[in-house]
T-cell receptor, first 113, second 114 residues
Framework: GQQVMQIPQYQHVQEGEDFTTYCNSSTTLSNIQWYKQRPGGHPVFLIQLVKSGEVKKQKRLTFQFGEAKKNSSLHITATQTTDVGTYFCAGDPLSNSGYALNFGKGTSLLVTP | NAGVTQTPKFRVLKTGQSMTLLCAQDMNHEYMYWYRQDPGMGLRLIHYSVGEGTTAKGEVPDGYNVSRLKKQNFLLGLESAAPSQTSVYFC?????????????FGPGTRLTVL
């Protein structure tokens, strides 16, 4: 079936280091969304990417959508302890006849001071 | 606006017991979803609804039933709870203009089945 794969599953960095999580789809996506879940919390929407090759920035976070619209990445520059949490991508496959996004399993980020 | 609310927040059940989780949203959203989250498994869709009176199966529907009698409410039922249903359950809603709409999640229900 249609899947959205995320790597790595876990990442542990020192505060100030950079962090990147990758999302790969087996099929072309019409768009992709990113969510963040703080420990003990619920997923919260961060951003949506729609266009091929699109790059969006939110302060220290940079989101990219691949040219083929099959992959995406989230890069955090100079991590802070407030970045701790799990980051999910959610893709909307072009061929999807259903009504729901396909969520990746998430990347859990731990930042130590 | 309260957004998406879920009740209860925590629950402990014994195997074989039944319960209903309630999700309510005050944003007039058309689409509503139930997910379960287990360590290392991410968010898995149980059931979803694209409007009042309609429901559909997601990725892991077995052992669960749902109802959407009112637009603002989406109920998730466990008829005979099993230890494998120990999980954190999240409800979400979206506008419903398309499936790519932003999903707004509730705070979650932590369920333990002994």
């Amino acid at each position: 079936g249609q899947q959205v794969m995320q790597i790595p599953q876990y990442q542990h960095v020192q505060e100030g280091e950079d962090f990147t999580t990758y999302c790969n789809s087996s099929t072309t996506l019409s768009n992709i969304q990113w969510y963040k879940q703080r420990p003990g919390g619920h997923p919260v929407f961060l951003i949506q990417l729609v266009k091929s090759g699109e790059v969006k920035k939110q302060k220290r976070l940079t989101f990219q959508f691949g040219e083929a619209k099959k992959n995406s990445s989230l890069h955090i520059t100079a991590t802070q302890t407030t970045d701790v949490g799990t980051y999910f991508c959610a893709g909307d496959p072009l061929s999807n006849s259903g009504y729901a996004l396909n969520f990746g399993k998430g990347t859990s980020l731990l930042v130590t001071p | 606006n309260a957004g998406v609310t879920q009740t209860p927040k925590f629950r402990v059940l014994k195997t074989g017991q039944s319960m209903t989780l309630l999700c309510a949203q005050d944003m007039n959203h058309e689409y509503m979803y139930w997910y379960r989250q287990d360590p290392g498994m991410g968010l898995r869709l149980i059931h979803y609804s694209v409007g009042e009176g309609t429901t559909a199966k997601g990725e892991v529907p077995d052992g669960y039933n749902v109802s959407r009698l009112k637009k603002q409410n989406f109920l998730l039922g466990l008829e005979s709870a099993a230890p494998s249903q120990t999980s954190v359950y999240f409800c979400a809603s979206s506008w419903g203009l398309s499936r790519a709409d932003t999903q707004y999640f509730g705070p979650g229900t932590r369920l333990t089945v002994l």
